[in-house]
């Protein structure tokens, strides 16, 4: 199965490290989405590329964040000096709108369980 | 903060019974999709519906949207105990942005 996949896919760790995520989206996909989602919440968007660039980001997304895909291919998404209030499962999609479609389905990766203690 | 509002928060069925979800927004969109999350997991899509349609089927499910109330319902017809997760409506709000915005979810449970 070539679906989204994620690393890793749990992570605990103590407040104050930092820690990094990776997505690997459908290959084919040149858009690639990170999303936050908290427990009993819907996910909620931080942050998106369309092949290397980062077209758009949420001010959800603090200095402490910051996401990348160099060849835009596989993204990662760092957390420095990591707080309490950022555990929660993130997300990584990708789509690859049809032309003259400007948004399309996105699939999803089973998501990066993140603990700060 | 959350775009859309899912009605209800949780429901509870026998198998064999249909399920019907509301989701409410706020703004125009692009168009509204629906997905489903097993319990801890990534999410799955399950349809798509544009701004300029108003039904879609796909299976055992058929969605509609009425952006004159901006509400969309999802009903599941004769429910499977497999069916059971969380359901997610989500809005692309225009067609210059592409993140979706996700309502807080309804909680199906199906027993057999």
């Known amino acids: 199965d070539t679906g989204v996949s994620q690393d890793p896919r749990h992570k605990i760790t103590k407040r104050g490290q930092n820690v990094t995520f990776r997505c690997d989206p459908i290959s084919e996909h040149n858009r690639l989405y990170w999303y936050r989602q908290t427990l009993g919440q819907g996910p909620e968007f931080l942050t998106y590329f369309q092949n290397e660039a980062q077209l758009e980001k949420s001010r959800l997304l603090s200095d402490r964040f910051s996401a990348e895909r160099p060849k835009g291919s596989f993204s990662t998404l760092e957390i420095q000096r990591t707080e309490q209030g950022d555990s929660a499962m993130y997300l990584c999609?990708?789509?690859?709108?049809?032309?003259?479609?400007?948004?399309?389905?996105?699939?999803f990766g089973p998501g990066t369980r993140l603990t700060v203690l | 903060s959350q775009q859309g509002e899912e009605d209800p928060q949780a429901l509870s069925i026998q198998e064999g019974e249909n399920a019907t979800m509301n989701c409410s927004y706020k703004?125009?969109?692009?168009?509204l999709q629906w997905y489903r999350q097993n319990s801890g997991r990534g999410l799955v899509h399950l349809i798509l519906?544009?701004?300029?349609?108003r039904e879609k089927h796909s299976g055992r499910l058929r969605v509609t949207l009425d952006t004159s109330k901006k509400s969309s319902s999802l009903l599941i017809t004769a429910s499977r105990a497999a069916d059971t997760a969380s359901y997610f409506c989500?809005?692309?709000?225009?067609?210059?942005?592409?993140?979706?915005?996700f309502g807080t979810g309804t909680r199906l449970q199906v027993f057999p």
């Open positions: 703004t125009s969109i692009n168009n």
């Open positions: 519906i544009r701004s300029n349609e």
């Open positions: 999609a990708s789509s690859f709108p049809r032309a003259g479609v400007s948004t399309d389905t996105q699939y």
């Open positions: 989500a809005t692309a709000l225009s067609y210059n942005t592409d993140k979706l915005i």
